[in-house]
């Protein structure tokens, strides 16, 4: 998700100074700011918080159906692109003077996603385990409230100074982060009730 939230907040905060280019399902998403493609770019990006957040909160249906359907074209998207034009195939990034190629790693890592994905989805189906509700517990909440107080400091960083400038880089590393806090938001910490009666047993 990392590939989807940044491009997803630098485009809302930096404006039409910062293009990107992202991929969808085989399709490439470009824009500037929040121009052009963008609005896919949040549909992207609704779809993977809903695929995270089903399978953190008990591994609720559709999640598998939804897990396939976003790991499956990915996988097949990054042989696609290994094998068709391989040396532009890469993951760049401008402020942070990121330029790695993804011919080799990308389908080994997306298509290894892919296949684990279809073996746990089978596997987990066979065993027709009860899904179990997951409860909010404190944890949660205080790592969803620290990536919401991260956003004014975003954008002020992304916003103002000069283009992959030491501004930028910080704000690019700090949204980094925030999607860190957003998944360990989602992440099934164990209430503290719980907590304290597997202590007494």
Do not use: C
């Not at 939804?66 to 402020?95: C, K």
């Not at 330029?99 to 997306?110: H, K, N, R």
């Amino acid at each position: 998700m990392l590939f989807v939230w940044l491009p997803l907040v630098r485009g809302l905060m930096d404006g039409d100074s910062y293009q990107w280019a992202n991929g969808f399902w085989g399709f490439l998403l470009i824009g500037a700011g929040v121009h052009g493609d963008y609005w896919l770019l949040v549909l992207q990006a609704l779809f993977g918080i809903s695929v995270l957040y089903l399978g953190l909160r008990g591994a609720r249906q559709p999640f598998h159906w939804l897990m396939l359907l976003w790991h499956v074209p990915m996988g097949v998207q990054a042989f696609n692109e290994a094998i068709t034009s391989p040396e532009d195939y890469r993951f760049r990034g401008d402020s942070l003077g990121v330029d790695v190629s993804l011919a080799w790693v990308g389908p080994l890592f997306f298509g290894g996603l892919a296949l684990l994905s279809i073996i746990w989805v089978i596997r987990d189906l066979r065993r027709g385990r009860e899904k179990v509700t997951v409860e909010w517990a404190l944890a949660n909440r205080i790592f969803l409230l620290i990536a919401l107080l991260l956003l004014p400091i975003q954008f002020v960083l992304l916003n103002s100074g000069e283009p992959h400038g030491p501004g930028d880089q910080a704000g690019v590393v700090l949204t980094m982060l925030q999607w860190w806090f957003i998944y360990f938001a989602l992440f099934p910490w164990p209430k503290r009730t719980m907590l304290l009666e597997a202590g007494a047993k």
